[in-house]
């Protein structure tokens, strides 16, 4: 049984920050691609971060660049987001994503085969 169980959303003010993390069970992703997407109400889930199989290259929406960090941590099977300088329109569902296919990258939805459950984040003004 493959999980992604993200934790570490909360509420937090404007221009605070917050560490999300993903720990992945079942079976390895060290070989993977691995990114962090976020889903607002009544909006498409978008990707907001992603990391290579080789953990190179990071990805990052330019609403977030300069802000988000995403890195892995290869030992312990887990995937973190770190968010500095939130912003209240950063108020979103987020949710940890892998490929199922080694050696490859994620760049939307339609490459991704493991999901989390979500955590939520709410920024406020």
């Known amino acids: 049984q493959v999980q992604l169980v993200e934790s570490g959303g909360g509420l937090v003010q404007a221009g605070g920050s917050l560490r999300l993390s993903c720990a992945a069970s079942?079976?390895?992703?060290?070989?993977?691609?691995m990114g962090w997407f976020r889903q607002a109400p009544g909006k498409e889930r978008d990707l907001v971060a992603a990391?290579?199989?080789?953990?190179?290259?990071?990805y990052y929406a330019d609403s977030v660049k300069g802000r988000f960090t995403i890195s892995r941590d290869r030992a312990k099977n887990m995937l973190y987001l770190q968010m500095n300088s939130l912003k209240p329109e950063d108020t979103a569902v987020y949710y940890c994503?892998?490929?199922?296919?080694?050696?490859?990258?994620?760049?939307?939805?339609?490459?991704?085969?493991?999901w989390g459950q979500g955590t939520q984040v709410t920024v406020s003004s």
């Open positions: 994503a892998a490929d199922t296919k080694p050696y490859g990258t994620i760049r939307s939805s339609r490459t991704v085969d493991y």
């Open positions: 990391i290579s199989w080789d953990w190179g290259s990071p």
């Open positions: 079942g079976r390895s992703f060290s070989n993977n691609a």
